[in-house]
T-cell receptor, first 114, second 111 residues
Framework: DAGVTQSPTHLIKTRGQHVTLRCSPI?????VSWYQQVLGQGPQFIFQ???????GRGNFPDRFSARQFPNYSSELNVNALLLGDSALYLC?????????????FGPGTRLLVL | QKEVEQNSGPLSVPEGAIASLNCTYS??????FFWYRQYSGKSPELIMS????GDKEDGRFTAQLNKASQYVSLLIRDSQPSDSATYLC???????????FGRGTSLIVHP
């Protein structure tokens, strides 16, 4: 089975621009999470969606938004890009197991803001 | 503030040795614990999960959980140069579906 897929793999933008990142979860997974990872740090939680509803939001400004579609794929949007938004953006999908929800990561989108 | 702490390293071990990676967490309500491996420039890859006190073994990897002391560790036996990577600890608190990640420990296995 295919794993989590993300597009694009790399992206270069300039300050003030807008970016849309896309993610398709593992087949059968209904939950998608977005993370930002800067060099030397662990992934920082941005959003989680389950069954098209926002289930959690991390400590990120309103410039960040996301949504989940009926097929469980998801988009992360970032407006008014800042240099500090340069990072690896990770999407993870999960399926509620009742014991612990394991997150499986996609390959990530590397965003560079100039 | 839920915190997950890891020594950033690098931890350097010779090939064939046991590598021991440690992680402490602040929330006593934590119930699910995960170890991920991340190669440079790549995304995190799940190694194993652990939910109960004690040891869990999977091949050369053993996860150890001690909820009373609030730590979880990962042992890698017979370390190989291909194990050189950053190891991330992630912790879910009870009732939360959102893991908190540590900053990771860099492991270097030298021949």
């Amino acid at each position: 089975d295919a794993g989590v897929t993300q597009s694009p793999t790399h992206l270069i933008k300039t300050r003030g621009q807008h970016v849309t990142l896309r993610c398709s979860p593992i087949s059968g997974h209904k939950s998608v999470s977005w993370y930002q990872q800067v060099l030397g740090q662990g992934p920082q939680f941005i959003f989680q969606y389950y069954e098209k509803e926002e289930r959690g939001r991390g400590n990120f400004p309103d410039r960040f938004s996301a949504r989940q579609f009926p097929n469980y794929s998801s988009e992360l949007n970032v407006n008014a890009l800042l240099l500090g938004d340069s990072a690896l953006y990770l999407c993870a999908s999960s399926d509620i197991t009742g014991v612990g929800e394991t997150q499986y990561f996609g390959p990530g989108t590397r965003l560079l803001v100039l | 503030q839920k915190e997950v702490e890891q020594n950033s390293g690098p931890l350097s071990v010779p090939e064939g040795a046991i590598a021991s990676l440690n992680c402490t967490y602040s929330d006593r309500g934590s119930q699910s614990f995960f170890w991920y491996r991340q190669y440079s420039g790549k995304s995190p890859e799940l190694i194993m999960s652990i939910y109960s006190n004690g040891d869990k073994e999977d091949g050369r990897f053993t996860a150890q959980l001690n909820k009373a002391s609030q730590y979880v560790s990962l042992l890698i036996r017979d370390s190989q140069p291909s194990d050189s990577a950053t190891y991330l600890c992630a912790v879910n608190t009870g009732g939360s579906y959102i893991p908190t990640f540590g900053r990771g420990t860099s492991l270097i296995v030298h021949p």
